[in-house]
Protein backbone atom coordinates (compact mmCIF):
# COMPACT_ATOMS: atom_id res chain seq x y z
CA UNK A 1 0.00 0.00 0.00
CA UNK A 2 3.14 2.20 0.92
CA UNK A 3 4.79 1.12 -2.97
CA UNK A 4 1.95 3.04 -4.96
CA UNK A 5 3.85 5.07 -7.60
CA UNK A 6 2.98 8.17 -9.40
CA UNK A 7 4.28 9.74 -13.17
CA UNK A 8 5.06 13.42 -12.31
CA UNK A 9 6.50 15.68 -15.30
CA UNK A 10 8.04 19.49 -15.16
CA UNK A 11 6.85 20.61 -18.41
CA UNK A 12 9.22 22.98 -20.77
CA UNK A 13 7.64 25.73 -19.07
CA UNK A 14 8.50 24.86 -15.49
CA UNK A 15 12.25 23.67 -16.42
CA UNK A 16 12.77 26.67 -18.24
CA UNK A 17 11.62 29.21 -15.50
CA UNK A 18 14.17 26.99 -13.11
CA UNK A 19 10.78 25.33 -11.24
CA UNK A 20 12.81 21.74 -11.25
CA UNK A 21 14.01 21.88 -7.63
CA UNK A 22 11.45 23.79 -5.80
CA UNK A 23 8.76 21.07 -7.58
CA UNK A 24 10.56 17.99 -6.55
CA UNK A 25 11.45 19.59 -3.15
CA UNK A 26 7.69 19.39 -2.22
CA UNK A 27 7.39 15.85 -3.28
CA UNK A 28 10.23 14.73 -1.46
CA UNK A 29 9.91 16.72 1.92
CA UNK A 30 5.85 15.38 1.55
CA UNK A 31 7.67 12.05 2.23
CA UNK A 32 7.94 10.35 -1.25
CA UNK A 33 10.43 8.64 -2.83
CA UNK A 34 11.78 9.58 -5.85
CA UNK A 35 12.27 5.96 -7.75
CA UNK A 36 13.43 8.04 -10.97
CA UNK A 37 14.66 10.98 -12.31
CA UNK A 38 15.06 11.81 -16.17
CA UNK A 39 15.79 15.53 -18.29
CA UNK A 40 14.36 14.37 -21.37
CA UNK A 41 13.14 16.21 -25.00
CA UNK A 42 9.86 13.34 -25.61
CA UNK A 43 9.34 12.53 -28.96
CA UNK A 44 6.19 13.46 -31.07
CA UNK A 45 5.20 9.64 -31.26
CA UNK A 46 5.94 9.82 -27.17
CA UNK A 47 3.75 12.40 -26.48
CA UNK A 48 0.87 10.95 -28.66
CA UNK A 49 0.72 8.12 -26.56
CA UNK A 50 0.90 9.88 -23.40
CA UNK A 51 -1.78 12.66 -24.57
CA UNK A 52 -3.55 9.54 -26.44
CA UNK A 53 -7.42 10.14 -25.12
CA UNK A 54 -6.97 14.47 -25.77
CA UNK A 55 -5.83 13.93 -29.54
CA UNK A 56 -8.81 14.91 -31.09
CA UNK A 57 -9.28 17.69 -28.74
CA UNK A 58 -8.55 21.13 -30.96
CA UNK A 59 -5.84 22.18 -28.43
CA UNK A 60 -3.76 18.97 -28.99
CA UNK A 61 -1.61 20.49 -31.39
CA UNK A 62 -0.83 23.31 -28.98
CA UNK A 63 -0.13 20.95 -26.28
CA UNK A 64 2.37 18.75 -28.49
CA UNK A 65 3.94 22.15 -29.78
CA UNK A 66 4.43 22.78 -26.02
CA UNK A 67 5.47 19.74 -24.60
CA UNK A 68 8.14 19.52 -26.87
CA UNK A 69 9.32 23.71 -26.37
CA UNK A 70 12.15 22.30 -24.62
CA UNK A 71 13.05 19.25 -21.99
CA UNK A 72 10.96 17.85 -19.73
CA UNK A 73 11.59 16.90 -16.02
CA UNK A 74 10.48 13.30 -15.36
CA UNK A 75 10.41 11.76 -12.16
CA UNK A 76 8.25 8.85 -10.59
CA UNK A 77 6.80 9.18 -6.56
CA UNK A 78 6.60 6.07 -4.77
CA UNK A 79 4.69 6.40 -1.19
CA UNK A 80 0.89 5.54 0.37
CA UNK A 81 -1.56 7.93 -1.67
CA UNK A 82 1.05 8.74 -4.59
CA UNK A 83 -1.09 9.52 -6.88
CA UNK A 84 -4.33 11.18 -5.16
CA UNK A 85 -1.83 13.32 -3.47
CA UNK A 86 0.24 14.09 -6.40
CA UNK A 87 -2.64 15.39 -8.06
CA UNK A 88 -3.77 17.50 -5.55
CA UNK A 89 -0.48 19.02 -4.40
CA UNK A 90 -0.37 19.95 -8.77
CA UNK A 91 -3.70 21.48 -8.17
CA UNK A 92 -6.77 22.02 -10.30
CA UNK A 93 -5.84 21.83 -14.44
CA UNK A 94 -6.58 25.31 -15.15
CA UNK A 95 -4.46 27.45 -12.77
CA UNK A 96 -7.24 29.72 -12.51
CA UNK A 97 -9.01 27.26 -10.22
CA UNK A 98 -5.93 25.98 -8.56
CA UNK A 99 -6.47 26.17 -5.04
CA UNK A 100 -3.58 28.57 -3.13
CA UNK A 101 -0.62 26.10 -1.85
CA UNK A 102 -0.77 23.49 -4.46
CA UNK A 103 1.82 24.25 -7.36
CA UNK A 104 0.03 25.06 -10.39
CA UNK A 105 -1.55 27.93 -8.28
CA UNK A 106 1.60 28.86 -7.06
CA UNK A 107 3.90 28.96 -10.13
CA UNK A 108 1.08 29.44 -13.02
CA UNK A 109 -1.95 31.65 -14.30
CA UNK A 110 -2.77 30.11 -18.05
CA UNK A 111 -3.80 26.44 -18.93
CA UNK A 112 -2.22 26.20 -21.85
CA UNK A 113 1.11 26.63 -19.33
CA UNK A 114 0.64 24.85 -16.27
CA UNK A 115 3.68 23.76 -15.49
CA UNK A 116 3.30 20.43 -14.48
CA UNK A 117 2.08 16.75 -15.00
CA UNK A 118 0.69 14.26 -12.66
CA UNK A 119 -0.79 10.49 -13.20
CA UNK A 120 -4.75 10.39 -12.88
CA UNK A 121 -4.96 6.76 -11.78
CA UNK A 122 -3.06 4.14 -10.98
CA UNK A 123 -3.42 2.16 -14.31
CA UNK A 124 -2.24 5.58 -15.76
CA UNK A 125 0.35 6.08 -13.70
CA UNK A 126 1.73 2.28 -14.97
CA UNK A 127 1.02 3.03 -18.19
CA UNK A 128 3.03 6.48 -18.25
CA UNK A 129 5.93 4.97 -15.80
CA UNK A 130 6.14 2.36 -18.67
CA UNK A 131 6.41 4.89 -21.35
CA UNK A 132 8.71 7.36 -20.40
CA UNK A 133 10.90 4.67 -18.48
CA UNK A 134 11.21 2.03 -21.20
CA UNK A 135 14.58 0.86 -19.23
CA UNK A 136 12.52 -0.27 -16.39
CA UNK A 137 12.55 1.80 -12.85
CA UNK A 138 14.67 0.28 -9.85
CA UNK A 139 13.45 0.43 -6.38
CA UNK A 140 15.21 0.54 -3.72
CA UNK A 141 14.36 1.18 0.57
CA UNK A 142 15.15 3.95 2.65
CA UNK A 143 15.39 4.09 6.31
CA UNK A 144 13.25 6.98 6.70
CA UNK A 145 10.38 5.23 5.89
CA UNK A 146 10.12 3.19 8.98
CA UNK A 147 10.08 6.99 10.24
CA UNK A 148 7.35 8.28 7.97
CA UNK A 149 5.34 5.09 8.15
CA UNK A 150 2.56 4.18 11.26
P1 LIG B 1 -4.28 17.24 -16.41
O1 LIG B 1 -2.92 17.68 -16.92
O2 LIG B 1 -4.70 18.05 -15.20
O3 LIG B 1 -4.38 15.76 -16.18
P2 LIG B 1 -5.76 16.81 -18.86
O4 LIG B 1 -5.21 15.43 -18.84
O5 LIG B 1 -7.23 16.97 -19.03
O6 LIG B 1 -5.36 17.61 -17.53
O7 LIG B 1 -5.07 17.66 -20.02
C1 LIG B 1 -3.69 17.51 -20.26
C2 LIG B 1 -3.09 18.88 -20.50
O8 LIG B 1 -3.68 19.47 -21.67
C3 LIG B 1 -3.35 19.90 -19.39
O9 LIG B 1 -2.40 19.81 -18.35
C4 LIG B 1 -3.26 21.19 -20.12
C5 LIG B 1 -3.81 20.87 -21.49
N1 LIG B 1 -5.22 21.22 -21.57
C6 LIG B 1 -6.26 20.56 -21.03
N2 LIG B 1 -7.43 21.17 -21.29
C7 LIG B 1 -7.10 22.25 -22.04
C8 LIG B 1 -7.86 23.32 -22.63
N3 LIG B 1 -9.19 23.36 -22.51
N4 LIG B 1 -7.18 24.28 -23.30
C9 LIG B 1 -5.83 24.22 -23.42
N5 LIG B 1 -5.06 23.27 -22.89
C10 LIG B 1 -5.69 22.31 -22.21
MG1 LIG C 1 -4.29 14.17 -17.52
Given at each position: ANEERSF??????GVERGLVGEILRRFET???KVLALELTHPSEQLLREHYGDLASKPFFPKLLAYMQSGPVAAFVIQGKGAVKIGRAMLGATNPQDSAPGTIRADFALDIGKNVCHG??????????IALWFPQGIKSYTRA???VLYE
Open positions: IAVKPDRGFSDSVESAEREVDA
